[in-house]
């Protein structure tokens, strides 16, 4: 699996750190030629002759499924992964398993240049022949995140392929997923209003750079509709609306104390109420973000209104906190108890792991006397295993989209440890492993992003996370926010 020995070392398989800029997708390859993938399609189907020949729905589920984690897994033939994720996206989609063909378009899009919103959006229509409430929900849920990406790329000539999908079996017999899905495209079309209009205005930026109209204009819609504040602020400095203009400048210059951070916050979620929906939420949401870093410095009512607003964006926004606990006696490896944690609100948190339920409390100063911060030990060049790695700015970051970039962290842990890692995806796709050693033993904790995918501890008596026999694995209920810092503890303790 890695090419470098790791004696008790930490490392991080971070495709989820991925920047989201333009430059890594215009490095990846194109698909396999026709003549290519017609070679390893003759593999995968003498390979799985007999799965092939069961025609029986409940077999084509489990087929797909099994073929995504082939396709995953597979890293040494690019042509043969291609292959593997395109057919389970296929029969996936036949079948009426939006998670898994989602989940296999996803894995095509780390390693191929391909219109991704395009072929999520042809592999829907397929799903939506299958007529349940279940794959009504799914279609609905999918089809809100590629909105969300038309909007990122302003690719708005793909909404009718969206409202479209309202019309198929799946979602006529679910009025009120097609109802929700109708808004969201109705609303969506009054941003692609304001697209064009902030399109007009960028281009009178380029004659006119200081035009307070136009870096209105642009400024509202970068930083209110598509949510892009480095960009869109900056604009808004320049502005001809006196208070957006002094907002900015504040969230720009970065407030250096708590009464700052505070004022800044109150002042865009005072903006943001005069919004419309589409701008409140985000708006609103990007308060929030500023509100966050208040709130432990705050106390009473100032506290308790600053976690209401914190709560009420992220849910309007559809952000939800998602506890993930992986509790489980295992030999060989000498862990026990490991427990990981994944939220977007770092502050004590509730949930559910299988039927047991679980409170992880916020780790206080003694839990952290004796942390250490492994950034600065990490060389990008000498410690990468693979993938373009970055820690200037003080975090981690990889700007390596292909397969499954990894870095070493030159540490070595006591006997026993805890490992906590932040973390922020730019799209809700990519996976998180965390691999680590005791005793000898390599093992991972693996953290998948979306919606029906597996996530646990792997390979910890070499059984992997998608058997059976794992007792920390399950399937993940939600996707986890992109655009959110979320927070993993792994605790290793000695049997």
Known sequence: MLNRKLPSRIVLCASLLLSSGAGAASKLPAP??????????????????????????????????????????????????????????????????????????????????????????????????????????????????????????DQYAALNRVAALTETPALRTAASFSVTLR??????????????????ALEKLKSDPANPE???????????????WNAGLPLL?????????????????????????????????????????????????????WYAKAVDGLDGLQKTLAEKRIAEARRAAGITTVTVVA???????????????????????????????????RPGPAANKHARNLIPLIDPVRDALYGEWDTSKGVLSCSTSNFAPKVEVPFEPA?????????????????????LTKDGSQFAFVIEPMKGLYTGLDAVDQVPRTDAANPTVFRMKEDIAPGVKHTAIVQLRND
């Open 327 to 361: 509790d489980a006696s295992t030999t060989g490896s000498g862990v026990r108890g490991s427990q990981t944690t994944t939220t977007d609100t770092g502050s004590g948190t509730t949930g559910t792991a299988g039927a047991a339920t679980v409170t992880v409390p």
């Open 415 to 435: 006997d026993e440890y805890d490992v906590r890692v932040e973390w922020m995806q730019p799209q809700t796709r990519h996976s998180l492993f965390i691999l």
């Open 214 to 228: 136009a870096n209105l204009t642009a400024g509202r819609y970068i930083c209110f509709l598509k949510g892009d």
């Open 32 to 153: 396999p030629t026709t003549a290519a993938q017609a070679e390893a399609e003759k593999l995968v189907k003498d390979v799985y002759r007999d799965e092939f020949a069961r025609s029986a729905k409940p077999d084509q589920l489990a087929f797909a499924q099994k073929l995504f984690e082939e396709g995953r897994q597979t890293t040494s033939d690019a042509v043969v992964r291609f292959v593997l994720l395109r057919t389970a996206r296929d029969i996936a989609s036949d079948a009426g398993d939006v998670e898994t063909a989602m989940s296999a378009i996803d894995t095509i899009a780390e390693g191929f240049a391909v219109e991704s919103v395009d072929m999520k959006l042809a592999s829907l229509g397929r799903c939506g022949k299958t007529a349940s409430a279940a794959t009504a929900e799914s279609i609905a849920s999918a089809a809100n995140g590629d909105i969300d990406n038309i909007i990122a790329n």
């Open 237 to 289: 400095t320049k502005s001809s609306d006196a208070n957006l203009k002094k907002q900015a400048l504040a969230d720009l210059a970065i407030p250096a104390d708590l009464i700052g951070v505070k004022t800044l916050a109150d002042g865009w979620w005072t903006v943001a109420d005069a919004l419309e929906p589409a701008a409140r939420r985000q708006v609103h949401l990007h308060a929030s973000e």
């Open 183 to 200: 808004s969201r495209v109705t609303e969506t079309r009054t941003i692609a209003v304001q697209f064009e209009k902030s399109k007009a």
